[in-house]
């Protein structure tokens, strides 16, 4: 039979679908990237906000259109939605054949095999030891560059807004040997970068084997590999970390570390384990270890009972760090957290869009002098590709995740890695000029 997937939400969510497909395969499955020649349609979902969900309703029922056409495909959804629905979603969906939680894709062909005959399914089981380290992962839509090697699954730091450790179950972490082998395949087959992933990768601990050794191992492993991580966590990244990081050339110098608030009376409620000072002294121990390091965050505004002070705070943290670059959010209620029982989501809808719009063109002015302060520097860039505008260009990133995008030059591939000076840059883009070696 012929599958065709399509994966929202996360790495993890790409990660998995790799997985997924990987399974698939060993059992005969064909994976297909045109839907209309599919005969089962997989759609790998996102809970982690409202609109996440809306959009995978959206898709569903479009794929409800196409099985009126031909009635014998079958639709699964997979991944958090799965989970934190479960025969709901069997019951409002009347397209979909069957539901299959992170946890159980061992299962998918069998399920599959079953719904095939007549019947729907719903499987959802969390586990505390699945890891998928035994499954090589097929990665289906790949530049043949830069692969996801997933280290950890699931999250117990229970931050009080997220549905994640409902959804995804206990932390659990991969062996380093397994993870080795996975780069090593990715190696193999020419890939220049990996990104090591987990909810909270800081908290990795396989045996003795904490996230700073496993890193160190694999920078010292694979010296011509470039490594990325992501995410770290503001209460658990280690000083051993650092000094990791600061002493191998193939890890790349940027940091993800999600502050959500600059209010100290916002992280508590949030459960984030932090204070404001805390988080500011780490940046601060980061930069001294890794002056050229870029850091990146992710912002929530409105959380329940946040106040002009408490946003004012966020600004003003914003500022003080001046981050790289940020993802940012209003709050939305997950049904099951522990805001959604105890706390009240009570910052109106047009406050929260108001201060997100400021959260926004604050980061908007602190990216651009992010930008301008790499005008005139040279960096190593991976060739990933051609730039989005044009053949003319290529566009690859510099160790710090920043894009750059310079003119093609003869002989360099993609997968290359070339020097290039920064000249100039848009709202979203450093752009430069090679130079030749
Ligand atoms: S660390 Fe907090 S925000 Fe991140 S996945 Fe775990 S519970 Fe969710």
């Given at each position: 039979m012929k599958f065709y997937i399509e994966t929202y939400g996360c790495q993890m969510n790409v990660a998995d679908s790799e997985v997924v497909t990987a399974i698939l395969q060993k059992h005969g499955y064909i994976l297909v990237n045109n839907i209309d020649e599919a005969e089962i349609i997989l759609v790998n979902t996102c809970s982690i906000r409202e609109n996440a969900e809306t959009r995978v309703r959206g898709r569903i029922k479009v794929f409800q259109q196409i099985k009126k056409q031909k009635q014998q495909i079958k639709i699964g959804v997979l991944g958090c939605m799965a989970e934190r629905l479960k025969d709901q979603l069997l019951e409002q969906e009347v397209a979909v054949d069957l539901v299959v939680g992170p946890?159980?894709?061992?299962?998918l062909p069998y399920i599959i095999d079953n719904v095939v005959s007549g019947s729907k399914k719903v499987e959802t089981e969390l586990s505390k030891?699945?890891?998928?380290?035994?499954i090589l992962p097929y990665?289906?839509?790949?530049?043949?560059i830069s692969a996801f090697v997933s280290i950890t699954r699931g999250c117990q730091n229970y931050c009080s807004y997220c549905i994640v450790p409902y959804v995804r179950g206990v932390e659990r972490s991969r062996s380093p040997e397994s993870i080795i082998n996975e780069i090593r395949e990715l190696k193999n087959n020419q890939y220049k970068e990996v990104t090591l992933i987990g909810q909270n990768v800081d908290s990795y601990l396989y045996k003795d084997i904490s996230f700073s050794q496993l890193l160190k191992i694999v920078a010292q492993e694979f010296p011509n590999i470039r490594i990325r991580f992501s995410t770290n966590h503001p209460k658990d990244m280690s000083n051993s970390l650092l000094e990791v990081m600061a002493t191998y050339p193939n890890i790349c110098k940027h940091v993800h570390l999600p502050v959500q608030s600059g209010s100290n009376k916002m992280l508590q409620l949030m459960n984030r384990g932090y204070t404001r000072e805390q988080y500011l002294k780490l940046i601060e121990n980061i930069r001294k270890n890794i002056p050229d390091v870029a850091i990146s965050t992710d912002i929530m505004v409105g959380f329940c009972d946040e106040n002009e002070d408490d946003h004012r705070q966020t600004l003003s943290l914003m500022k003080e760090v001046g981050y790289d670059f940020a993802f940012m959010f209003k709050y939305s209620e997950r049904s099951g957290t522990y805001a959604a029982k105890?706390?009240?989501?009570?910052?109106?809808e047009k406050e929260k869009i108001r201060r997100l719009n400021e959260v926004i063109a604050l980061q908007n002015e602190l990216s651009y002098k992010s930008k301008q302060q790499d005008v005139g520097k040279t960096f190593e860039v991976l060739v990933e590709g051609y730039s989005k505008k044009s053949k003319k260009q290529l566009m690859g990133r510099n160790s710090q995740n920043k894009v750059i995008v310079f003119d093609v030059m003869d002989n360099?591939?993609?997968?290359d890695f070339v020097k290039v000076n920064v000249e100039s840059f848009t709202s979203a883009t450093l752009i430069g000029k090679m130079i030749k070696s």
């Open positions: 946890d159980s894709y061992k299962k030891e699945e890891t998928y380290e035994d990665r289906y839509e790949t530049n043949g105890y706390l009240k989501d009570n910052v109106p360099v591939i993609f997968g």
